[in-house]
């Protein structure tokens, strides 16, 4: 099982819509994927029609009360499933530190591996003890990243921190997201991509209106729009992850 984390120190970058079709794409492809939706806001639960649907306490799924399998609520895409958001996992990191070390995120995820070959998280844009969780039970941190000087300096501080800290077995792989080829910088970006950018995915991802209707449509871009820019993009990212991951 591998576990896939999509995170930015910096909001509205894009991560939940490039989780949302990296396991669509992931489940056309017949690998059984779970995305556990880990943003209090739902967004990814929403995109794929499962918010609502589980409620469950951060509390007793760390002290083993509540099985993480059971969490997990189907779609309406075959070999796809949800673990909804729910607003207790606010306190999540507070109650993995309560456990002192006797439960920790990579612990909580480990059971979904005997049905599933990928998790993808959700996360949210924060640089906090629940980021550690995550870079610790992650095997990859894919990083939005939109081509201007504050995305890229929120991802320097990412690199610099995570840089002081013990995760060698994590691979981070930014990609260029939201990306508008009206804006100058944008496409002085993409011609000469910075220092930071490299070792990163190549695939970039248009700034498009039919990313904004997944809210509209609740599914992603592949199911409604198939043949537009934004959802080629997403293929080709999906390719692209599947190779780094040899899937």
């Keep these: ?5 999509f995170y930015n120190l910096k909001g509205g970058v894009g991560k939940t819509s490039a989780a949302v079709n990296m396991a669509w794409h992931a489940a056309r492809w017949k690998h059984r994927s779970v995305v556990w939706d880990l943003d209090p806001q739902g967004a990814a639960s929403f995109y794929l029609g499962v ?7 951060a509390g007793t799924l760390v002290k083993g009360k509540q099985p993480i399998g059971r969490l997990k609520v ?26 002192g070390g006797r439960s920790t995120l990579k612990h ?15 996360c ?19 990083v939005p ?15 610099d921190w995570l840089d002081q800290k013990p995760y060698r077995n994590l691979k981070v792989l930014p990609f260029f997201n939201m990306v508008d080829r009206r804006r100058l910088l944008h496409v002085e970006m993409l011609v000469k991509p910075p220092a930071l950018m490299k070792g990163g995915l190549k695939t970039w991802i248009p700034y498009s209106t039919h990313v ?35 899937l």
């Excluded at 189907?74 to 456990?99: F, H, M, Q």
């Excluded at 909580?108 to 959700?122: F, K, M, Y």
């Excluded at 199911?223 to 692209?240: D, K, M, Q, S, V």
């Design 124 to 142: 949210p844009p924060t640089l906090s003890p629940m980021a550690e969780q995550i870079f610790a039970a992650a095997d990859y941190l894919l």
């Design 74 to 99: 189907a779609t309406r895409w075959e070999g796809l499933e949800v673990i909804p958001a729910d607003i207790s996992l606010r306190n999540l990191d507070l109650k993995l530190a309560e456990a």
């Design 212 to 246: 904004e209707q997944m809210g509209e449509h609740r599914a992603p871009v592949g199911e409604f729009a198939p043949n537009t820019p934004a959802a080629r993009a997403y293929r080709n990212l999906w390719f692209e992850m599947a190779d780094k991951l040899k």
């Design 51 to 57: 918010d609502g649907e589980r409620s469950y306490k």
């Design 1 to 5: 099982m591998h576990t896939i984390a």
């Design 108 to 122: 909580l995820i480990e059971p979904l591996g005997e049905q599933s070959s990928l998790v993808l998280l959700d």
């Design 145 to 159: 990243v939109i081509p201007t000087h504050l995305s890229l300096r929120a991802f320097q501080q990412v690199r």
